[in-house]
């Protein structure tokens, strides 16, 4: 079978494949231009750039919420161009996206949000449950499970769009800005989680441009500027800093990392 | 599976202004289909009745002549019945008493006794066979031959045209009911519509993490259900009641000046399934738009 063929050949390439990839919205001039870069299993990436510079097309073009004016997007080997439509979901449960503006639906509780990528997929209401507080226990809202989103603070908000994001234990994770409205302890914690997930496999990229964070961290950058792409590796050292170390042991004291066991569960 | 009767809503549909309306406009529509085909149903058994009950009768008019006497035309209606009764597919014929008819005239005519001695038009009630009819037209004209003055009515122009008028009634109960699908379908067509413009973000975030049209299109689907049965139900136990009040208003009048107007068993089933299968039509129309709208999107 040709089709399979192709895609164990893709699978070859990694979880996210780019080539000469241009972007427009309607008929306005093309935000992102001949990008071509691959992105392997676990690998963790900085996306930055000025403001205006399409971090945010980019990630739309990750998470599958625009299709690419020209070039070839190949995710987890499948080109996403020929994807038919009633395939998308299943590709998108397979990538956590935390938005910038967080996008929670705040008619629903904070569990209930957190649920929703688990329901979707028809699970039972008791594993579903299990799982939820479970990961709402780990990112500490073990409390606020029947709050309204809109009565919890920034932070506590993101943490929610966090554990929607990660909640499926996707391949692929994406978070536009999650250190925005968040002050520099909250973010360090933020990314530390993300490290751990890393970790268990999942691939990350993470758009900011908290530069400061970016060195800390000494992870490899991409950076966009006016629609091209710019690799960097690691620009500071990797090793943590007395400030990091800091937030580190604090992050871990909070939030139990309880994930191997959570991503176990969800596998079986 | 589509459950209809439980399950959550990831959509805050119930706040919507566009489909608060939903139920008092359904309940609306339900409740003229419900009078509308009611309406129609009992047409159909009264038309049915009537036809039934003139079809298989003929009646004969012979009238009296000049200044023939009680006897002669007597004895002229007893020449009809002779000629009558040889005809095939006629299965009886028989005389109309004259008292009979004094009575029928009563009303315009009074009770005196000379009633009797005028010359009164002669009736003969003819009935024909079952499977078998004359030829009308060489009967009629065989009869005037034989007996003149003797006039054939098969009650050929009365039924038509009785039959022409129930039908065009029935034809616009119909169409009653047809329009008010139409409206409620564009109703809901509307409520959906707007319902997603109201809520596309949220769709937009569910299509994001991974949920299929079906799933988005589920919570319409089974918000316009409860919502049209919840009006309809009513609107069909209102139309219903309407209908059982009407009847018992009909009841107290003289029964033998209105014709039975009456709703078998198996028509009031029809009645009772209206707001169902409206709110299964109204259910699908809001698939069917949500689905039409999402595939639009990417």
Known sequence: MPVKQQTKQNAADGVVRFENVGMRYGTGPEVLRDLSFSLGPASFHFL?????AGKSSLLKLLYLARLPSRGLITLFGRDVATIPRRDMPELRREVGVVFQDFRLLNHLSVFDNVALPLRITGLREGTIRKHVIELLTWVGLADNLDARPTTLSGGQQQRVAIARAVISRPRLLLADEPTGNVDDAIAMRLLYLF??????????VIATHNDALVSRFGRPRMELEAGSLKFHGVTAAASSTADSDGSKAEAQSKWPLTLPKLADNLSS | MLNLFAGRFDLPLSRDPSTKLLPWIVGLMVYLATLALAGALS???LLADWNQGLSSKITVQVMPLGDETGE?????VTTAIRTLLITPGIAEAKSIPIAEIAAMLEPWLGTAAHVMELPLPRLIDVT??????????ELSKRL???????TLDDHQFWRSQLFKLVRSLEVLAALVVGLVALAAIAVVVFATRGGLAVHREIIEVLHLIGAHDEYVADQFQRHVWRNCLRGGGVAGALGVTTLVGLRQLAEQLDPALLPTIEVDPWQWGTLILIPIIASLIAMWTAKRTVMRALARMV
Request: proline share 8%; charged share 30%; aromatic share 0%.
């Open chain 2, 144 to 150: 005037a031959e034989k007996v003149p003055g003797a």
């Open chain 1, 195 to 204: 490290e751990e997930l890393n970790r268990l496999g999942t691939t990350v």
């Open chain 1, 48 to 52: 930055t750039g000025p403001s205006g």
């Open chain 2, 43 to 45: 047409l159909s058994g």
């Open chain 2, 72 to 76: 002669e035309t007597q004895a002229r």
């Open chain 2, 128 to 137: 024909l066979e079952e499977d078998r009819s004359p030829d009308i037209e």
